[in-house]
């Protein structure tokens, strides 16, 4: 939902509560939900590991070394007040601020769906919720989720 045009948490939060109150009308169901909030989302990006989801999902491979240059050596310094640190650089991560970040950490973490039919996984930026629709007691998809 996030960083797309015309959504927003709003989307995010009516589509989870239509997709937890739908399965609540079914008798001796129940649900189970687990919000996590990754702090700091774009600093544990791996270039090597976003490189291949990008390849993998038909990203020019061009682009895809462009992208991984583009973090990869970065030189990064701290300034507080009138102080100016020495530089170092990174290899990790994305810059924050960048334009590109969030659209490199909605890709890096594209691949984080829900496995099974009796869970589902909704994401809002670095906001992820797991759903576990469960139906007679059995928590076995939401647990191995």
């Known amino acids: 939902f996030a960083y797309r045009g015309?959504?927003?948490?709003?989307?995010?939060?009516?589509l989870t509560l239509h997709t937890t109150l739908s399965h609540l009308e079914t008798r001796g169901s129940y649900v189970r939900m687990l919000f996590v909030d990754f702090s700091s989302a774009f600093n544990p990006i791996i270039p090597d590991i976003l490189t291949s989801e990008l390849l993998s999902l038909q990203i020019p491979p061009?682009?895809?070394?462009?992208?991984?240059?583009?973090?990869?050596?970065?030189?990064?310094?701290?300034k507080h007040g009138s102080r100016l640190s020495s530089s170092m650089l990174l290899s990790t991560g994305s810059p924050q601020g960048c334009v590109l970040s969030p659209l490199l950490y909605t890709l890096y973490t594209s691949d984080c769906t829900a496995s099974h039919p009796s869970t589902a996984i909704f994401k809002f930026a670095d906001d992820t919720t797991v759903v576990g629709l469960i139906?007679?007691?059995?928590?076995?998809?939401y647990r191995a989720e």
């Open 135 to 141: 139906t007679d007691g059995d928590e076995a998809a």
């Open 62 to 78: 061009s682009t895809c070394h462009w992208i991984k240059d583009f973090l990869t050596n970065r030189p990064q310094h701290v």
């Open 6 to 14: 015309n959504r927003s948490t709003e989307d995010a939060i009516a």
